[in-house]
């Protein structure tokens, strides 16, 4: 049974199923109910379904996540006891459960039958390894591929430590060699409203990963907002000087992203695109999406004059 449909049994035990809402925060790819349904899963088929322990485990051991957080499983722990309103003799087993997660050293044979549920995914044959990759590198796409590759293969071989399974030297082998398709999303992005929104989200769905690149033009003033919480979780740079010698600076081939309202738009961006070439090269790569209509009139600058009125509110992200 999915955990998200024992409802009787979580509010008999003291868990109220508004907590599960966590797992459906959008920066989740990985660390999502469907995990917590894969643990559970192995677990019933290991005869635990009646287990309490192993079950508020399950559904609080990663309800704390932040991919940017060193402390996950102390949040997740400290959440526990703090929201958990059940049997107080049960809190200090899960709890230490909880915490074993951090470095999976087992400190109890519960906690020993848990680790092994939450390593399944490492146990799968190579096909299900790839998604599962996937979804991480979705998770960290805040870092630089070039640190994020080094330090996945870090955790992945330490992880083989714990788990014995060939197909995770197939796994560190993708990860070392793999070249995912990577967009830069230039602009001034003052402020980055809806019309950019749309705009990256569409990218999202061409690459694999999208580099908001904030740039400073030292001939204007300094921008005024603040980019928006909504890309926390996303790699967002700031450059001066020519994106053609930001993008150079990289270290690997990208594709530019240009957003376009309107024709005039792409008048403009083409004869961008020429200053692009003939500054960075012939084989620089452009990719022109054009926003919804819904957002094609809204522009930073007609944001910034709505500002002193009060107005620009509907058009901003937060």
């Known amino acids: 049974m999915k955990i998200a449909e024992q409802t009787a049994r979580l509010t008999k035990i003291g868990v109220d199923k508004i907590v599960l809402d966590r797992y459906r925060?959008?920066?989740?790819?990985?660390?999502?109910?469907?995990?917590?349904?894969?643990?559970?899963?192995?677990?019933?088929?290991?005869?635990?379904?009646?287990?309490?322990?192993?079950?508020?485990?399950?559904?609080?051991h990663d309800i704390i996540y932040d991919p940017r957080s060193g402390t996950n499983e102390e949040d997740s722990a400290?959440?526990?006891?703090?929201?958990?309103?059940?049997?107080?003799?049960?809190?200090?087993?899960?709890?230490?459960?909880?915490?074993?997660?951090?470095?999976?050293?087992?400190?109890?044979?519960?906690?020993?039958?848990?680790?092994?549920?939450?390593?399944?995914i490492l146990k799968q044959p190579f096909d299900k390894l790839l998604i599962y990759e996937q979804q991480i590198f979705k998770e960290f796409q805040f870092v630089d591929h070039k640190i994020y590759k080094e330090k996945r293969v870090e955790v992945l071989?330490?992880?083989?430590?714990?788990?014995?399974?060939?197909?995770?030297?197939?796994?560190?082998?993708?990860?070392?060699?793999?070249?995912?398709?990577?967009?830069?999303?230039?602009?001034?992005?003052?402020?980055?409203?809806?019309?950019?929104?749309?705009i990256l989200q569409k990218a999202e769905r061409i690459f694999d990963k999208v580099i908001i690149a904030r740039g400073v033009n030292p001939g204007k003033d300094k921008a005024t907002y603040e980019l928006p919480e909504i890309l926390r979780y996303r790699q967002t740079e700031t450059y001066e000087g020519l994106l053609t010698e930001f993008v150079d600076g990289l270290g690997y081939d990208v594709t530019i992203i240009r957003g376009l309202r309107n024709g005039s738009d792409l008048q403009y961006e083409l004869n961008q695109y020429r200053y692009l070439q003939e500054l960075g090269g012939k084989n620089i790569s452009v990719t022109a999406i054009f926003c919804d209509m819904e957002f094609e009139h809204i522009s930073s600058t007609g944001i910034r004059q709505l500002e002193k009125y009060g107005k620009a509110g509907e058009y901003l992200l937060f």
């Not at 049997?87 to 044979?109: E, Y």
């Open 157 to 198: 071989t330490s992880l083989q430590q714990s788990v014995d399974n060939p197909a995770l030297d197939y796994l560190i082998a993708h990860v070392e060699n793999f070249k995912p398709r990577i967009a830069v999303y230039p602009g001034s992005f003052n402020p980055f409203h809806k019309g950019h929104y749309n």
């Open 25 to 60: 925060e959008p920066h989740r790819f990985y660390h999502t109910l469907e995990h917590l349904d894969d643990v559970w899963q192995q677990l019933e088929n290991r005869g635990y379904s009646d287990n309490d322990v192993l079950l508020l485990a399950t559904i609080f």
């Open 78 to 120: 400290r959440y526990f006891n703090e929201t958990f309103t059940g049997d107080g003799a049960l809190k200090a087993l899960v709890t230490d459960i909880i915490l074993d997660t951090k470095h999976h050293k087992p400190g109890s044979a519960l906690s020993e039958i848990f680790s092994a549920a939450d390593l399944n």
